[in-house]
């Protein structure tokens, strides 16, 4: 079925980074863009920013760009979010979601498949 | 960047009776907005896109309409797995963002 499996929780220190790896199956990886969406402890959902699976181009939202990476490994339908020099205000789960295509007038589309979430948690 | 705002914050409801969600956006979004639920522990699950048509596998007492700037999500007859936090994204504008949620909770 179509799913999407991402890694483990991770514990950092501040300063450290991390990589949150998204593993597609089910479909065909490069048909749809992938998005990253992150969720504080208690709050609600944040759009981090989303990659084109065809040629590898990542757009960033405000206030995710510079420590941020989006990419890609296509040989094995996998995206990654990178986060450097973590901060404790990092501390969230971090979703990857698959959009629908754009098929109307619009600039982006809704968010069909989500990833189960990875907790990653900065902490001295 | 438009803003979304979801109304009331909480909604307290009697399992199988009606209960209405609003989202509002702070100009006109079309009918390009989304509605997702999200239980506690778990990923948000898609329940409409379009403002109006139900994602796969979504049972047809969840119904969405509206267009503009006014949206809202029913649900006719609540179950037990229904009592959840809902939220609304827009997707016309970037960035594609969403509203700070509704929790339903049981009366």
């Known amino acids: 079925q179509v799913q999407l499996v991402q890694s483990g929780s991770e514990l950092k220190k501040p300063g450290a980074s991390v990589k949150v790896s998204c593993k597609a199956s089910?479909?065909?990886?490069?048909?749809?863009?992938m998005n990253w969406v992150r969720q504080a402890p208690g709050q609600g959902l944040e759009w981090m920013g989303w990659?084109?699976?065809?040629?590898?181009?990542?757009t960033y939202a405000q206030g995710f760009t510079g420590r941020f990476v989006f990419s890609l490994d296509t040989s094995v339908s996998t995206a990654y979010l990178q986060i450097s020099s973590l901060k404790a205000e990092d501390t969230a789960v971090y979703y990857c979601?698959?959009?629908?295509?754009?098929?109307?007038?619009?600039?982006?589309?809704?968010?069909?498949?989500w990833g189960q979430g990875t907790m990653v948690t900065v902490s001295s | 960047e438009i803003v979304m705002t979801q109304s009331p914050a909480t909604l307290s409801v009697s399992p199988g009776e009606r209960a209405t969600l609003s989202c509002r956006a702070s100009?006109?979004?079309?009918?390009?907005l989304a509605w997702y639920q999200q239980k506690p522990g778990q990923a948000p699950r898609l329940l409409i896109y379009?403002?109006?048509t139900r994602a796969t596998g979504i049972p047809a007492r969840f119904s969405g309409s509206g267009s503009g700037t006014e949206f809202t999500l029913t649900i006719s007859s609540l179950q037990s797995e229904d009592f959840a936090v809902y939220y609304c994204?827009?997707?016309?504008?970037?960035?594609?963002?969403f509203g700070g949620g509704t929790k339903v909770e049981i009366k």
């Open positions: 979601a698959r959009e629908l295509p754009v098929v109307v007038p619009a600039a982006s589309c809704a968010f069909d498949i």
């Open positions: 089910g479909y065909t990886f490069t048909s749809y863009a």
């Open positions: 990659i084109n699976t065809n040629t590898g181009n990542p």
């Open positions: 100009q006109s979004v079309s009918s390009n």
């Open positions: 379009g403002a109006s």
């Open positions: 994204q827009q997707y016309n504008n970037w960035p594609p963002n």
